[in-house]
């Protein structure tokens, strides 16, 4: 029986043909964009998209050109959630099992976008509310302008706070109390109350924050981006350890990161004063 290589599985993604959001790749394919495009609507979900956007990022595992991917939407807008009438008006007639179909597969695109190896970096203008909220809350990185609004707005169709894992993330990025109320009253946060309480890593103008979040992307394909991955992995792990173990598992994942030729090509580079050019290997 002929064996297997890592390298069997692996594929490329910079031609991916997306059907239901616009994917485009920088030329060499280490930085990919999606651009939900639907703007008229304020680009929001609907059942096919959410599928397709799940299966993309369980794709992009085994992906092996891509290093960082941007989320963005089109217009002056992120994603205004799921469609009203694409999505909500459907729910209302189905069965329990066909609605626990349904979150189980929301909730799988908020387990692909963090299981992904890529930093994830959300570009938000404009109105960032409830499911699309959530795909903000995945993403590694949110940059976000000063009039972009977020919203978990479940509370006002009468569901629970508790959807696609705002209950577990929401808190852990800006604490407790802030997320209890944002998820109980669905209100708007503010940009300035987002940068604040650490949901935003930056604000900017709006006509420039799709080229940061691009520039932002492309620096860390740029650099040790296996490392990156290693760093992601051990961030959504180390949320289920105890110190001892969150202590063991990075000495574990920081000896894998010092056998790669990247270290030892950083290294070099800086005997030589010169600038490491990173491999991921």
């Not at 299966?55 to 092996?64: H, K, M, P, Q």
């Not at 002056?76 to 459907?90: L, T």
């Not at 992904?116 to 302008?145: E, H, K, W, Y």
């Amino acid at each position: 029986m002929a064996e297997l290589s890592m390298h069997d599985h692996k594929q490329s993604y910079r031609r991916y043909q997306a059907s239901h959001f616009r994917w485009s790749c920088s030329d060499d394919g280490h930085v990919a964009v999606i651009t939900l495009n639907r703007p008229d609507k304020k680009n929001p979900l609907t059942f096919d998209s959410y599928a397709e956007l799940r299966d993309l990022f369980r794709g992009l595992c085994y992906a092996n050109d891509i290093r960082s991917v941007v989320i963005t939407g089109e217009g002056a807008n992120y994603c205004s959630g799921g469609d009203v009438f694409e999505i909500i008006e459907p729910l209302t007639r189905m069965s329990m099992p066909e609605l626990l179909d349904f979150t189980r597969m929301t909730g799988d695109l908020v387990k692909a976008i963090r299981r992904a190896p890529q930093p994830v970096i959300s570009a938000i203008p404009g109105i960032c509310a409830g499911a699309g909220a959530m795909l903000a809350l995945a993403s590694d990185f949110r940059l976000g302008t000063p009039d972009t609004k977020t919203a978990f707005l479940f509370s006002r169709v009468g569901l629970s706070g508790a959807d696609m894992g705002a209950c577990g993330l929401l808190p852990r990025l800006i604490g407790q109390g802030r997320a209890t109320e944002l998820l109980m009253t669905g209100r708007v946060m503010t940009a300035e109350e987002g940068l604040a309480w650490g949901f935003y890593n930056s604000l900017h103008p709006v006509n420039e924050v799709l080229q940061r979040a691009e520039g932002l992307a492309r620096s860390l394909a740029e650099g040790p981006w296996f490392a990156h991955t290693v760093t992601k992995t051990m961030l959504n792990q180390e949320w289920a350890m105890g110190i001892e173990e969150m202590i063991d598992a990075e000495a574990q994942a920081q000896a894998v990161c010092m056998m790669t030729r990247d270290f030892r090509r950083a290294f070099d580079a800086f005997a030589a004063k010169q600038k490491p050019r990173f491999e991921g290997n």
